[in-house]
Every structure is written in structure tokens, then in C-alpha cells.
């Protein structure tokens, strides 16, 4: 290393240190070295021990208008939403209302309405600026209508945008429809999520069928490198308990017989699901809470006869005699 270099790295550690103890002194008070704070209502900077002011007349980057409810705050705001992966554009784009109406509440004539409806099928064109976009746009709608029907939050629909972005720039399209792609996603980032459903449950809003789903799941999260653990049964049962209105108790009695199978070595090598349904099933049971077998099984959309398998093994397992 040469003379320069080494003059040269020294002066740049010199001056990030200088910069460094700098913003540490502007965080203590000067005076006492005591803990400075805030005072957005007056805009200035104040010593939390000694009251010395060390900055004074701060820029208030907030809006200059106040707001009493969310109906007054949205007319009142002037920007828009926030970007989004939902959106094949970001949200960036502009969008021309279906009302046909002026900036004063009036109806637009005939003719008015004629050419605002042309420069809503021209600015809808003109989003989409060639087939990449076209095949995103169509993707995001599809995921956005599957996350709807199976009732999962806006972060599951986010990172599914994402990875479906991710195979799409790393070309892992060609072979494979749009809809099986989008919904591997979907299917993959509710599992990373937490809130996962089952294939069935995935299959049955979507256009593709359970074969083309697992097959295109594997593929993605392969070689997108995706880390996905295993579903966990648990993470099932606030849904099956829900959707069968079972009290607090039931869905501690389910935690706590899966907890036990666990620990017994019988969660591997069997559906979760079925696990799941069977532990709700059983905890009803214990709890002299009337649930029929038929019950669980329309809401976890498997067979009675696994309910009926899976469940004595929980009992078994729990040292709970069955019937």
C-alpha cells in the first residue's frame, strides 16, 4: 500500500470520526451534558435536565391544516396513496374516475362523457407499456382476487407481488401459465407469513389445478431460493376454532394435544391440516362442546375418516382414554 493510500484512508478516518463525535455532541446538551429532546409545539430543541434551548425556530414538515376524523384528513390531504408492489406501476400512475362529473359536482353532457370514456381506455393503454407490464398487471389482479377469497391480510398479498416480481425478472415464466405462478406465490408467502392454507383450500380459488399448483410451488421457491419452514398445525387452529365458534378453552386444549404430539415425535409425515382439524375435533370433545365429525371436516375440507385416525392418535398420545 503506498504512502498516498495510506495518507488518503487516514484522512477519511479522521473526518468520519470528527463527523461522528460532531452528531454526538449535537444529541447532549452543551452545558451539562444532558439528554436533549424535542418540542415539535414550539420547535425547538430542549435540555431534558438543565431547560437550556440549543435549537429554536424548527421546520414543522407536517401538514399545516388539522384534522378531527379520517373523512375530514382524506379531503383535506393533498398526496396520494403510497407506492405499493400491489400495483404493476407502483401506484404511480394516474387514474381517471368512472364518475362523470366536473370539479363542481356537475353532470358532463353527452358528448363530455363520450370523450372522458376514450381517455379512460387510452390512459388505461398507455399503463401498460408493453407485455411484461401487461403479463404483471394481470398477475397482481389475480393474486389480489385469490388473497381476497381465502381471506388473508395485505403483508401476505405484498410479499406474494414480490416473489411473483422476482420469477418474472429472473425469467422462470416461459412454460408456465400466469395464474400457476401467481398462485405458487400466494401459496408460498402465506406459509412465510404464518397464515397458511391448504392446497386444497388454495385450488379451489384458483384456475389451475392441485398437480399444476405443487408442481410450480417446488420450481419457484427452488430456484428462488425461498426459505420455507413447514406448516405448522397450530398456526390453523384460531381459524378452525373460529369458523366453528369454539370457545378460548377448546383452542388451549387443541394448542396444548398438538403440543404433546410434537413432543411425542407424531407431527411428522402427516398433513397438518388433518393434524389440525383432529386436535380442534378432540379438544371440542374434551371441552362438552358439541362438534360433529362432519362439522370439521366441511371446515377443514378433508375426510371424516382422517379427522377419526389423526384424533385418536391425540388422545393416545395425551394419555386421554378414548370411547
Known amino acids: 500500500m503506498s504512502d498516498t493510500t495510506i495518507r488518503t484512508y487516514t484522512e477519511e478516518m479522521g473526518e468520519a470520526e470528527a463527523e461522528q463525535s460532531e452528531q454526538e455532541s449535537v444529541r447532549t446538551c452543551p452545558e451539562c451534558s444532558g439528554r436533549l429532546v424535542n418540542d415539535s409545539e414550539h420547535g425547538e430543541t430542549v435540555c431534558q435536565d438543565c431547560g437550556l434551548v440549543v435549537e429554536e425556530d424548527a421546520v414543522d414538515r407536517g401538514p399545516e391544516w388539522r384534522a378531527f376524523d379520517a373523512g375530514e384528513k382524506d379531503s383535506k390531504s393533498r398526496v396520494g396513496a403510497p407506492t405499493t408492489n400491489m400495483m404493476h406501476d407502483n401506484g404511480l400512475s394516474t387514474n381517471i374516475g368512472w364518475q362523470d362529473k366536473d370539479a363542481y359536482g356537475n353532470s358532463l353532457s353527452s358528448r363530455q362523457r363520450a370523450k372522458m370514456q376514450r381517455l379512460r381506455t387510452w390512459n388505461e393503454r398507455f399503463r401498460t407499456r408493453d407485455s411484461k407490464e401487461r403479463n404483471l398487471k394481470q398477475a397482481l389482479g389475480e393474486i389480489d382476487r385469490m388473497a381476497s377469497a381465502l381471506g388473508l391480510p395485505e403483508n401476505v398479498r ?3 407481488s414480490v416473489i411473483y416480481r422476482r420469477a418474472l425478472n429472473e425469467d422462470l415464466l416461459p412454460g408456465r401459465s400466469i395464474e400457476g405462478v401467481a398462485t405458487a406465490a400466494l401459496y408460498a408467502s402465506a406459509r412465510q407469513a404464518g ?9 379451489m380459488v384458483s384456475r389451475i389445478d392441485k398437480m399444476e399448483l405443487t408442481r410450480t410451488y ?8 425461498l426459505e420455507i419452514k413447514p406448516a405448522d398445525p397450530e398456526s390453523y387452529v384460531p381459524r378452525f376454532a373460529s369458523d366453528l365458534d369454539l370457545s378460548d378453552e377448546s383452542e388451549r386444549r387443541a394448542r396444548d394435544l398438538l403440543q404433546g404430539a410434537r413432543e411425542g415425535g407424531l407431527l411428522s409425515g402427516k398433513s397438518p391440516v388433518g393434524l389440525a382439524a383432529a386436535a380442534i375435533y378432540a379438544a371440542a370433545l374434551l371441552s362438552n362442546e358439541k362438534v360433529t365429525q362432519s362439522q370439521v371436516s366441511d371446515v377443514a375440507n378433508i375426510s371424516e375418516v382422517t379427522i377419526r385416525n389423526r384424533y385418536k392418535e391425540l388422545l393416545e398420545a395425551a394419555d386421554v382414554p378414548t370411547a
Open 158 to 160: 405484498e410479499t406474494a
Open 195 to 203: 397464515t397458511p392454507r391448504s392446497l386444497d383450500e388454495v385450488t
Open 218 to 225: 417446488r420450481y419457484i421457491i427452488r430456484q428462488l431460493n
